[in-house]
């Protein structure tokens, strides 16, 4: 099991342009997370999703941010014209499904820069 | 209003040294304390969660409900604990974690 993989692990973006961040859970886990971890503070959670359904989007910006699971291929967290307040680690986990439900196994983030 | 608190930014002990990394929490209820590592150049990984009652790598932490901490212990530090450590809340029913700023553990030679 190679683990909860992100893509890209850098991404450097200009003002205006889009951000796509990509997460990968590991295999049997039905359960995906997005953190952001600004410089000096710790991570803070922004979305939980199970496959094709948002469970909770209570720590999402009401604008710009927007964050899907398909039913087939990785879990998909989308900036729309950035700003340099989103440069962030952003990272994802993952949780299995029964009575370790939330026992989060994390990616090791994507480090987004905005110019 | 739900909030995990690191007062320690940075914590430098000698090898041998006890070790114990604070946290406290703000939750009315019952929540899920957990305690990840970081290691550098690694990902966050899951050192152990209070529901378990186990001793990883050495490392015990007892939640305490009257204090509302849940404070991470080692008797001996050993060189290979340097890495950052963060304490996190899972609220009652939910699957969201609440994580505290971190503590950077540096044990010294």
């Known amino acids: 099991n190679a683990g909860v993989m992100q893509n890209p692990r850098h991404l450097v973006r200009r003002r205006g342009q889009e951000a796509r961040l990509r997460c990968s859970p590991m295999?049997?886990?039905?359960?995906v997370y997005w953190y952001r971890q600004l410089p000096e503070e710790g991570l803070k959670f922004m979305v939980y999703?199970?496959?094709?359904?948002?469970?909770?989007e209570s720590g999402m910006p009401k604008e710009r941010f927007s964050a899907e699971f398909p039913k087939e291929g990785p879990s998909i967290l989308r900036i729309q014209q950035v700003v340099r307040g989103d440069s962030a680690a952003y990272f994802c986990?993952?949780?299995?499904?029964?009575?370790?439900?939330?026992?989060?196994?994390f990616g090791p983030g994507t480090r987004l820069t905005v110019l | 209003a739900q909030r995990v608190t690191q007062p320690e930014k940075l914590l430098s002990v000698f090898k041998g040294a006890p070790v114990e990394l604070k946290c406290n929490y703000s939750?009315?209820?019952?929540?899920?304390l957990f305690w990840y590592v970081q290691y550098s150049r690694q990902r966050l990984q899951l050192l152990l969660r209070?529901?378990s009652r186990e001793s990883i790598k050495g490392f015990t932490a007892d939640l305490n409900k009257g204090e509302t901490s849940f404070h991470l212990k080692k008797p001996f530090a050993q060189e290979e604990d340097s890495a950052m450590y963060y304490c996190?809340?899972?609220?009652?029913?939910?699957?969201?974690?609440?994580f505290g700023t971190g503590t950077r553990l540096k044990v010294l030679a």
């Open positions: 986990a993952s949780s299995p499904p029964g009575p370790r439900y939330n026992e989060q196994f």
């Open positions: 295999k049997g886990h039905s359960h």
């Open positions: 999703l199970q496959k094709e359904n948002i469970i909770d």
């Open positions: 939750y009315s209820g019952s929540p899920e």
């Open positions: 209070h529901i």
């Open positions: 996190a809340l899972s609220p009652t029913g939910t699957y969201k974690y609440i």
